[in-house]
């Protein structure tokens, strides 16, 4: 939001410091600025300048000569835009002026024609976008400070900064001026004015037009749907849930033209382009109050009538911008007897508008409900001010005061007469929401505490009104422009902080109770893999979840880009692309994972593609940094079935009946493709897959084929891998806390034959199973295969570790444990003790 300095200090009389030490008390209230920006930077040597006569250039089709008043006489100026023309005013950057950019002007040939100066466009002066070629100044002859000559500066006003306002979408009072000023103000919302109109206004809407009593000066005729008709036009309401109330005056007479030098100056400031008196106030009522507003044709109105309904099928509106539009029937319209004229809170229509030739108009000011306009505006693809505000929320109680400070402006700036009482269709609000708010509960949520005189006055200030019932409970009356985001006590509480200052918070923390929420098993577990896999000097990845063709199943409906139109099916293509981008800026080592949602289309015609969450890694270089020591070694197949056994061991099963991989240790196996097979992408004979406690694949792994990789010659293996994890994981068992052991235990190591095929792990997990409850560790401590050891077998010698709590073991119970183990390795999986 451009918020103007300037404007700021008319709105709050009693508003101090500097535009840098508002910005810095704007972000201490949660609202950053992101940029601050001195408009007449740059542009002391620029001044007005009226073209008296263009001509042809002799020996350019596209460029023009011509004759400009700069004030101090008549010089020839060559100029390629394609909007000069005599009699018009431009900024003129005459011979030793500097542009904001750097450059600058001197005297020059352009095609054999002297040019002595420049005449400058929004873009070359810094001052917005701009569009048809030079900034055109639309100045009032009749001001007797328009003249050739005159400062830039000071004829746009221009000496003024403007503040970039970061304002978050659920606080839609602050895309306003006024919004901004009610922060700052030192007296609050009280302490506001309205900025008096240079020339004096004519106070349109006062005496007789507004009546008396009326809230803002307007009086409250019409009924539920349905407005007066004295004025010539009526106002009806088809549908007031999405439209609760709609205000028109009609005011003819007026004359269309430039805005004055000070409504320009207040749009520029903010970066707003001047378009006309007329249009040119209902934007300056828009960023002053933020409340749109539109100016109709009075003549451009058939059948004397505005009906505010949904679209019909078939219909459509050429919008402002000049683009034809096709509405449907969920689109509210602004429309008279037969036709729409206007979408709703969006953008009004050309066959309306105001133009040189109108002489009546009616001003329109509504409420509109957020979400009906936030779904127009999407499905359009049309964003505009208003719409911005109108799908946030605008004030309800504040559509009188913008249309009586709209009728001010307009007939102050073009003339004319209020004609007839304002047509008023819908219901005001009959009162303002209050919320209760309990003294007690502000400490217990702040950590400090507040009485009843604080939170009045830090709350005061901002329209709230506080009532006190007894010595702990206020309730609190809700100003309409805060009623979309204060609707709870937690939320009168934030603002409590807010206004206090976070900064002025005491440092110590203070008790609290920890929540009793558990996250969801699947979040922990992926907190506990990224955890695991950082602390193995891997690095998150986060890659996009669109794909090419070929590596996904899913097609999008509107692809931002052509060449990405899939949802991805796996993680590990776009790990792979990042480690071709990583080694062709030669980092060599590279060690990437990533945890992310693929997608796979459903067999069901209609149905919605599935979603799971996937682990992948990608692995190339050494295995560890390098170091003066030696070299660790290259990655290979065993650190890859290292690192997926160890993340196996941190997924638990699936609650909800699915599957997930497990270590080996928990007797299931990383285990080598049946017949030394492949699986795409992976090189065939280095591949495994992995496999849950069910015997369910669950993920594959291996050496990335190097035909699928754009990779130097030096590069070496690439290993990959990808994992399901579970939809639902069981929640991981709490741990228990147990006293250190106070009596030795006992170790026994036995040397086993093992069948080649059979997987180590499985015998660790036997052997755990059935030691008894006095077995607490098994571990491998040596593999021998060769001499003494027959062929198809293979030595393994494994570690059993006993100890009973509180005592010391026997003998007796160290070698009945034993006896159960043996017995089981050589019953049930044919391992047998070696020399036995």
Request: net charge negative; aromatic share 4%.
């Amino acid at each position: 939001m451009n918020i103007s300095y300037r404007w700021l200090q008319s709105l709050a009389p009693d508003l101090e410091g500097t535009p840098d030490a508002l910005a810095e008390r704007l972000t201490a209230l949660g609202f950053p600025v992101e940029d601050i920006q001195r408009l007449s930077e740059g542009l002391d040597g620029i001044v007005v300048a009226k073209v008296t006569e263009v001509r042809p250039h002799p020996n350019a089709d596209r460029l023009r000569v011509c004759q400009v008043d700069g004030g101090a006489g008549i010089v020839q100026v060559v100029c390629g835009a394609p909007n000069v023309e005599a009699g018009a005013w431009y900024p003129l950057a005459p011979v030793g002026a500097t542009l904001p950019g750097g450059m600058q002007i001197r005297k020059a040939k352009l095609r054999g024609e002297v040019s002595e100066g420049m005449l400058c466009s929004e873009i070359e002066l810094g001052l917005g976008r701009g569009k048809d070629g030079l900034m055109e100044l639309r100045l009032d002859p009749a001001d007797p400070s328009v003249q050739p000559g005159a400062p830039l500066v000071g004829t746009l006003g221009l000496d003024d900064v403007r503040l970039d306002v970061e304002v978050t979408s659920n606080r839609p009072d602050l895309l306003s001026h006024r919004g901004i000023a009610r922060e700052l103000a030192k007296g609050g919302d009280a302490s506001l004015v309205e900025p008096p109109v240079p020339g004096g206004a004519s106070q349109a809407l006062e005496g007789g037009q507004a009546g008396e009593g009326a809230e803002g000066g307007l009086p409250a005729e019409a009924g539920p749907a349905a407005g007066g008709g004295e004025p010539g036009v009526a106002v009806r309401i088809e549908d007031l849930e999405r439209c609760p109330r709609y205000l028109g005056l009609v005011i003819r007479g007026i004359r269309v033209g430039p805005s004055p030098a000070w409504l320009q100056a207040r749009l520029r400031a903010v970066g707003a382009r001047p378009i006309n008196n007329v249009v040119d106030v209902t934007n300056y009522v828009l960023l002053e109050t933020g409340q749109p507003l539109h100016a109709f044709d009075l003549a451009r109105i058939g059948g004397g009538e505005i009906v505010v309904r949904r679209a019909r099928d078939g219909e459509t509106l050429r919008t402002l911008d000049g683009v034809e539009r096709k509405l449907t029937p969920d689109m509210l319209a602004i429309c008279d007897a037969d036709t729409p004229l206007a979408v709703a809170g969006v953008m009004g229509g050309e066959a309306s508008e105001v133009s040189a030739g109108t002489t009546d108009i009616l001003l329109e000011c509504a409420l509109f409900a957020p979400g009906p306009i936030r779904a127009t505006r999407k499905a359009l693809g049309l964003s505009t001010d208003a719409s911005y505000r109108f799908e946030r929320g605008v004030d309800p109680d504040g559509l009188e005061r913008a249309l009586r400070r709209c009728a001010d402006l307009v007939v102050a700036t073009a003339g004319g007469t209020p004609e007839g009482p304002v047509l008023d269709a819908g219901a005001a609000r009959s009162d303002r929401p209050r919320v209760p708010l309990r003294i007690p509960r502000i400490a217990r949520l702040l950590g400090i505490p507040f009485d009843a005189d604080q939170v009045r006055g830090l709350l005061t200030p901002l329209g709230f009104g506080v009532e006190q019932h007894d010595a702990e409970m206020l309730e609190v009356e809700v100003p309409g422009w805060r009623s979309w985001d204060v609707t709870r006590e937690v939320d009168l509480i934030e603002e409590i902080a807010r206004r206090h200052g976070y900064d002025r918070f005491p440092d110590a923390l203070a008790p609290y109770r920890p929540g009793t929420v558990p996250d969801h098993p699947l979040f922990a577990l992926e907190d506990g893999l990224r955890s695991f896999l950082s602390g193995r000097g891997l690095l998150e990845a986060q890659t996009p979840a669109f794909a090419p063709r070929g590596e996904g199943e899913v097609a999008v409906m509107n692809p931002v880009s052509a060449e990405e139109g899939w949802l991805r099916s796996a993680l590990v293509p776009a790990l792979l692309r990042r480690v071709e981008y990583n080694l062709a800026r030669g980092n060599r080592d590279v060690r990437l994972f990533e945890l992310g949602t693929v997608f796979r289309s459903s067999a069901e015609a209609g149905a919605l593609p599935s979603e799971r969450t996937h682990l992948a890694l990608v692995l190339h270089g050494s295995r560890a940094p390098g170091h003066w020591t030696g070299d660790a070694g290259a990655v290979d197949a065993w650190e890859l079935k290292g690192l997926t056994e160890a993340i196996g061991g941190l997924v638990p099963g699936d609650a909800a009946g699915g599957t997930a991989a497990h270590a080996t240790a928990n007797g299931h196996a990383v285990r080598p493709l049946a017949g030394g097979g492949s699986a795409p992408g992976f090189v065939a004979g280095e591949v495994f897959e992995v496999v849950d406690a069910t015997g369910a694949v669950v993920g594959t792994g291996g050496r990335v084929d190097p035909a699928r990789l754009d990779l130097p010659p030096w590069a070496g293996a690439v290993w990959g891998l990808e994992i399901t994890l579970p939809v639902e994981p069981a929640p991981r068992p709490i741990p228990r806390v147990r006293s250190l052991p106070t009596h030795p235990g006992v170790e026994r190591d036995l040397a086993l034959l093992v069948p080649d095929p059979l997987p180590a792990a499985k015998v660790v997990a036997l052997a755990r199973s059935n030691g008894g409850s006095l077995l607490r560790g098994v571990e491998i401590f040596d593999v021998y295969m060769g001499k003494g050891v027959e062929p198809g077998m293979r030595s393994i010698a494994i570690r059993l570790r006993f100890r009973a709590d509180g005592r010391s073991l026997t003998d007796t119970e160290v070698d009945g444990a034993m006896e159960q183990v043996t017995r089981a390795l050589r019953e049930e999986i044919g391992v047998r003790i070696r020399g036995g």
